[in-house]
């Protein structure tokens, strides 16, 4: 059937597939020739989206034998089946941040060793499957996106130990032949569909994991004449975007309501309520759950009595309780996409179903303050967009256009470093989390010849 359905008479692939495998979301495009790429679509709650998050979610549930089972969800089904379930059970994200990571090979989840490949296999085999039902053919061969330097990629050995493991876990999964594409490559196929006149063009992607950056050649004429290596002319990017800017608001701002700065009294001294490796947990929420030990409750139960602020050690308490990580998660989200939006915002999370004690916290922030939280971040972006520059003797005067795009472009001391290199008339935007999956699809169809 796969051959009727993607080989034409020339013996040219007639449809082509892209997988945009996110550290936050991922999205699945389809090209078929001649056509716009096309999406594949999640439903979350009720609502029909184009990208869904890239999580897992385990649960144990007893069989009537009395045995334990343990049931595995992906997407956006595992959040939904996260969010309904009384007794929570094990979340997992950005997962893609761990590829270049040799000392992480997997995780235990309910006393079972999963490798990191495998979990990934189950996330981006689920894809395939949602895909093949709407598209309503076989999604075998895919180019996926990487990015230009994986997250803690300190060497090429090390990236490269990344992208082995990420074909990996899509040989896994079930397909069966897989070419990768730098995702800010990717991205500028997608600006190129809307052009009509060549340009030199630079892509800032920015997601969850990774901000990365390419130099390009495109346009009607470069896709009529065919592409070349040198249209390419360099790619730079680092592993920091938007999951580090939410580490930075825990730090700054939540954290300190939940005790950080916090003194307690023991003997004649004064020593920090809480130790600080409890807090840097809090910075990646989805560990938070293992911080749900007998030792953890023993330390907090001493602080809480010695502790000068007693209330809000009470409130780490509740948060870690009630395993509010992924609630706390979604409040420093938002007031992340307040301030995207306005110059001020109010972090505000509630929580009284954790059984312990309510947690409420409204804490005021400025666009000033969480821009000053970053900027260490920011700076780090920007080097390596005038490296980029640099390395490819290009002067911010002979880029025709900028093209932002992935979730965190929103953020605007983000677009920013691009307004004040190249103005502001000469930045574009769009797509933001799809614009990856959509210009796989067509690079993987450039590659194809079609
Ligand atoms: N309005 C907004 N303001 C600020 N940040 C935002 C906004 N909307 C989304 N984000 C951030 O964008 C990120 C997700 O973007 P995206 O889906 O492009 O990432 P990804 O492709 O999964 O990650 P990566 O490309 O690094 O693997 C998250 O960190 C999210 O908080
Ligand atoms: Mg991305």
Partial sequence: MRNNVEMGSSGQRQVTFGIDFGTTNSAVAMLQRGCEPQLARFSFRGEDIPAGRSVLYFEQSKATNGQRRVHGYSGPGAIERYLDADEKGRLIQSLKSHLS???LSGTEVFGRRHRLEELLARIVGDLRKQAEVQFMQPVRKVTVGRPVRFVGAESEE?????VSRLREAFMVAGFEQVEFELEPVAAAFT???TLNREELILIGDFGGGTSDFSLLRVGPEVRRRGRRPEDLLGSSGVGLAGDTFDARIVRKLVSPALGSNSEARSLNKILPAVPAWIYAHLEHWHYLSFLRTNNVREILKS???RALEPEKIEALIAVIEGDLGYQLH????KVKFELSQSECA?????DGASGASMVELNIPITRTQ????IADDLAAIEHSVDALLKSTGVEPREVDRVFLTGGSSFVPAVRRIFSSRFGQDRIRGGNEFTSVAQGLALSAAARDGS
């Fill in 370 to 373: 969480f821009e000053s939280w």
């Fill in 101 to 103: 990571n040799r000392l």
């Fill in 158 to 162: 090390e990236d490269e130990l990344a």
């Fill in 346 to 350: 109010e972090f505000t999370f509630r």
């Fill in 303 to 305: 602080a809480r009595i």
């Fill in 330 to 333: 979604q409040a420093v989200q």
């Fill in 191 to 193: 600006y190129e569909a």
